[in-house]
């Protein structure tokens, strides 16, 4: 089967995830990585999951991002059905603001690991930079971007605060 899939694959649990893992694909946008962003849900659409994370090496996919809250199983059920190495995103829930989400996704049992994030939209960004840094071990250019991403970081920051102009 051709390979035509981006090199990423960002899933998320509800369409309502998507407020945080945007800033994992404009993270990925600004390192000029190309992703696929899909809802899938181990819970409402396990049919969705199971075609999906089968597939996803085959399909051409190198690494799954996956973002989910409350009882957050989709980044460990996908782990557990493909062999990418899957980087979970927890989703701030409302009820426990991310804690319920974290706990679920980081606990996972020895032998399917995954990668886990912080809750919310530092989270999301890092998977995608986690995401850039294993795709970059085998593209020069990619790393070169890496390098210049975390430079411009650095140039950003101000040496001392500003003070306030009264
Ligand atoms: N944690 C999961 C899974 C899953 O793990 O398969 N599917 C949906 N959800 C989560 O339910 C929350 C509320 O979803 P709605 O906003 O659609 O009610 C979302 O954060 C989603 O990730």
């Known amino acids: 089967m051709a390979q035509t899939s981006p090199p990423v694959a960002i899933i998320m649990g509800s369409e309502s995830d998507w407020a945080t893992m945007r800033h994992a694909a404009e993270a990925l946008d600004a390192l000029a990585i190309p992703y696929d962003a899909r809802i899938v849900s181990a819970h409402r659409t396990p049919e969705r999951l199971f075609a999906f994370a089968r597939g996803a090496k085959a399909e051409g996919f190198k ?4 973002g989910a809250g ?10 557990s059905l493909t062999p990418l190495p899957v980087f979970g995103v927890p989703v701030e ?3 426990l603001s991310g804690q319920d989400s974290l706990l679920s996704i980081v606990q996972m049992p020895a ?6 994030l912080a809750i919310g939209r530092a989270g999301a960004v890092n998977a995608a930079l986690l995401a850039a840094a294993v795709l970059a071990l085998s593209d020069e250019a ?6 210049a991403y975390r430079a411009r970081q650095s140039e950003a920051i101000a040496e001392r ?6």
């Open 93 to 95: 829930s409302k009820a």
């Open 161 to 166: 605060p500003r003070r306030d102009e009264a």
């Open 111 to 116: 032998g399917i690991p995954v990668g886990t």
């Open 142 to 147: 990619l790393a070169a971007r890496l390098d």
């Open 63 to 66: 690494v799954v991002i996956a």
């Open 70 to 79: 409350g009882a957050a199983h989709l980044p460990g059920m996908a782990a």
